[in-house]
């Protein structure tokens, strides 16, 4: 199995960095879908590094850089960071890569952009859809303290590690964090980690999802405290017909990171049980 990096021009300032691995034990079948990897607010393609090579056993994989995350580059403007523009990058990106059929993994805020994308795209184009402690496609609104906090979550080291530690993961709390966690959220340039928090969060996209019309999966993290189980299953599984929801226990939020291998069994799971005639 072998990964490379390639950085696509999508526009002015706007480059999307794509790790996209290919194997020569993968099924040559014409029809056999790309797996698309999109990250949390906070995160890169290295968010899903202990998950796509489990999955890039079987089947070709790509995982994307958000706009100012990892080693994507986006414009140095306050509000180029919405949801829409993010599923804009990730779509010119797949045109980019001649990816005409794809099953779209969004975590947290990725979970968010691939209902946009999925509820967008042409029906031919995605096979499927597996939301991970999915943001709902709903707006969000925070009170201002809260959201204050969290504009400021990633704004050094220390609070950086607090919240992977204690907020994002469940189980890191006594172990050490893999190194990129941490990197990863600093790297963030100022805009995208302002975006979400002031703003993207309370973008709705809910239009988009209820045009869903693939089979979709949705993994939920039993001790996820930041898109809590009661939630996902109101706002993210009850708002799309016939999603079906798996729990992973002992995860936090950030199931690739605390239970990759589970992550990775359920979205093989799914993938083997589409039509993809």
């Given at each position: 199995m072998s990964f490379r990096t390639e950085l696509i021009d999508i526009g002015p300032n706007i480059k999307i960095s794509a790790l996209i691995s290919r194997s020569p034990n993968q099924s040559q079948q014409a029809k056999s879908p790309t797996v698309?990897?999109?990250?949390?607010?906070?995160?890169?393609?290295?968010?899903?590094?202990?998950?796509?090579?489990?999955?890039?056993?079987?089947?070709?994989?790509?995982?994307?850089?958000?706009?100012?995350?990892?080693?994507?580059?986006?414009?140095?403007?306050?509000?180029?960071?919405?949801?829409?523009?993010?599923?804009?990058?990730?779509?010119?990106?797949?045109?980019?890569?001649n990816l005409d059929t794809v099953v779209l993994v969004g975590l947290s805020m990725g979970a968010k952009v691939a209902q946009l994308l999925a509820g967008s795209l042409p029906a031919h184009a995605v096979s499927g859809l597996v939301l991970v402690s999915p943001a709902p496609s709903t707006a969000l609104t925070l009170p201002s303290e809260m959201r204050d906090q969290q504009i400021h979550a990633y704004d050094n080291p220390d609070s950086a590690e607090f919240v992977a530690r204690n907020v994002l993961t469940e189980s890191f709390r006594a172990r050490d964090l893999p190194d990129f966690v941490v990197d990863d959220m600093l790297r963030g340039s100022r805009w995208a980690r302002e975006a979400w928090p002031a703003y993207a969060m309370e973008e709705d996209v809910s239009e988009a999802a209820g045009r869903i019309a693939v089979p979709v999966l949705i993994v939920a993290s039993a001790n996820d405290v930041v898109e809590p189980l009661v939630r996902v299953r109101t706002e993210v599984c009850g708002r799309i017909s016939g999603a079906r929801m798996e729990v992973v226990p002992g995860s936090g939020h950030l199931s690739p990171l605390d239970a990759p291998e589970s992550v990775a069994e359920h979205i093989l799971g799914f993938i083997g049980g589409l039509d993809l005639s």
């Open positions: 698309i990897f999109l990250h949390f607010w906070g995160g890169s393609s290295r968010t899903w590094s202990l998950v796509n090579p489990l999955v890039a056993q079987k089947y070709p994989t790509t995982a994307f850089d958000f706009r100012g995350w990892g080693g994507s580059t986006g414009p140095n403007d306050a509000d180029a960071y919405s949801i829409a523009a993010l599923a804009s990058d990730i779509d010119g990106a797949l045109k980019a890569l």
